[in-house]
């Protein structure tokens, strides 16, 4: 494989102002010309010696410490659930009467009084990529959690991670833990029972993160075997794509299908070739170290096909979004696709979650994942996407990126210490219907962003909440997250921000009047979600 060059690039402000100024929707081209223009004329020249992931590379103006300073604008803290822990994790809510309880890295927490928010089940659990969804059919409320394999991420002695050091993978070749998810029946949250283990696969990765909506299917994110072998990021040995299984029975789980980007499998060289060198290298431009191929979440199917849904949106890191017909979930297919310039497909994990809350609107957005600490990578923007043409998405604004607050000791976040770039959306799945011109974003360094969306064509940020740094730079792998999730209660407004220095509940005057009592929850987000549950 060719050797991958280090770049440090600054980010395309004026992009991002034009979007901002919009008055009227660019086309498919003049959009694409305008990013790649930009960003590419940031690039070249700007090599530097390659660092990747948890490894530093500061520069003289960066911060010699971590922050542990809180910053805030229109946004105020109600609630810190477990100060001081690590709690970056993937969250999920479910309900009971009008008790609301918040699932969390193995943990139940009850959030029905958000003045006095309690663990509730301590390691009630296994698993930290989560899922959970009523089934009326069954009358339980079915947890799924994965189960994943070691990846190859970096090391102190190995920053490009398997590259470095071929032995990384001896660790996924020889895990014997289960490699893919459990179920189990979470209808009594102090006791939640297993019901079953389904691997997809003994040679494979296991699952990264997945998606269930209580229906009866579930869309797993897995490389099934080793012969998925053409990723080119360090951090991962093999290309995921989509698994679909029926879980009518959650205790005998199925294997349906399963759907992958082709030139992913040992094979498939002539697909590979095709894409690794003339989509993700372009010739002029300084790569990043490796592009992530695949899937890096799951695909996301808002309506159940089985009330007639038949349509899955998916973020294939390099490739972009994927939008698939599973009017068959035997037999998908590739209605329409938005592959990122290349400058952004050859950096960390172009595309990393598709948020379909917009598509009453015909809207979707979609964001990356930077995997460098300090800026020693592109910044990867926030995309919004026109899919009323699903057989031609295209882009028609970026989202602003954050400027740190006016106090802060430093005056652009990549001299703030840590990772600088989008990681979540607010989940799908949640109580209430989803506030219209409203999201936020876990934003690692920046923590988390509130943006005013009415205008989809110009995104503007309305607040932000920045906590304190966790962590420890004299620690490797610690402190380059800070914020990594958010959820939203839309019917209460109120926000949960998952950071390295605890759970912080949020109000924002953008998204109403906080609830704070115990309250049933009426409706969720999405169309039958948890129907049937009291």
């Not at 299917?217 to 075997?225: E, G, I, K, S, V």
């Not at 992958?260 to 095709?274: F, K, L, T």
Request: proline share 10%; hydrophobic share 35%; with cysteine.
């Amino acid at each position: 494989m060719r050797p991958a060059l280090a770049i440090r690039s600054q980010r395309n402000r004026k992009t991002g102002h034009e979007m901002k100024h919009e008055t009227r929707p660019p086309t498919r081209r003049q959009f694409l010309q305008r990013v790649a223009t930009g960003a590419s004329a940031a690039l070249i020249g700007s090599a530097l010696p390659a660092w990747a992931d948890h490894h530093p590379h500061p520069t003289p103006q960066s911060l010699p410490y971590l922050d542990r300073n809180s910053y805030s604008k229109n946004t105020d803290v109600i609630a810190h659930i477990l100060p001081g822990e690590e709690r970056g994790g993937k969250m999920q809510f479910m309900a009971i009467g009008n008790r609301r309880y918040l699932l969390q890295q193995g943990d139940v927490i009850d959030i029905s009084d958000l003045r006095q928010p309690e663990m509730y089940n301590k390691a009630g659990f296994e698993g930290m990529q989560l899922q959970v969804a009523y089934n009326n059919k069954l009358k339980k409320w079915i947890l799924m959690t994965g189960a994943q394999a070691p990846i190859t991420d970096s090391t102190p002695q190995a920053p490009m991670g398997k590259y470095d050091d071929p032995h990384l993978a001896d660790r996924w070749r020889n895990y014997k833990g289960l490699r893919g998810v459990r179920f189990y029946d979470a209808s009594d949250p102090a006791k939640i029972a297993k019901l079953s283990e389904f691997s997809t696969g003994a040679t494979g990765s296991g699952t990264h993160r997945n998606y269930y909506d209580g229906g009866r299917y579930a869309y797993l994110d897995t490389a099934p075997d080793d012969t998925f072998i053409h990723q080119p990021s360090y951090f991962r040995p093999l290309v995921n794509g989509n698994m679909v299984v029926d879980v009518s029975d959650p205790a005998n789980p199925k294997e349906v299908s399963m759907w992958w980007v082709p030139g992913s499998r040992m094979g498939e060289e002539a697909e590979y070739d095709e894409w690794i060198w003339s989509k993700l290298v372009p010739p002029k431009v300084a790569g990043d170290r490796t592009p992530f191929a695949g899937l890096h979440g799951p695909v996301y199917v808002p309506k159940k096909l089985e009330d007639g849904g038949n349509r899955g949106y998916g973020a294939w890191g390099c490739f972009g979004l994927v939008i698939h017909d599973l009017s068959d979930p035997k037999n998908w297919k590739k209605i329409g696709q938005f592959e990122p310039p290349p400058q952004y497909g050859g950096m960390g994990i172009a595309f990393h979650t598709i948020w379909c809350g917009m598509l009453d609107r015909g809207f979707v957005i979609a964001n990356g994942e930077t995997t460098n600490s300090d800026c020693n990578q592109i910044d990867l923007p926030v995309w919004v996407i026109d899919i009323r043409d699903e057989t031609r998405p295209t882009p028609v604004a970026m989202f602003p990126f954050p400027v740190p607050p006016p106090n802060a000791p430093y005056r652009d976040f990549c001299f703030k210490r840590g990772r600088f770039g989008a990681h979540n959306p607010p989940h799908l799945k949640a109580p209430g219907k989803i506030v219209p011109g409203f999201i936020a974003y876990a934003y690692f360094n920046a923590g988390l962003r509130c943006y005013d969306i009415a205008n989809p064509y110009r995104p503007e940020e309305v607040g932000y909440f920045v906590p304190p740094q966790g962590g420890d730079l004299s620690k490797f792998g610690t402190g380059d997250r800070t914020v990594s999730n958010v959820l939203v209660e839309w019917d209460r407004k109120v926000i949960y921000v998952a950071a390295d220095t605890g759970i912080y509940v949020l109000s924002c005057p953008n998204l109403g009047k906080p609830i704070l009592d115990p309250m049933p929850v009426r409706e969720w987000s999405l169309p039958r979600l948890n129907e049937g549950a009291v």
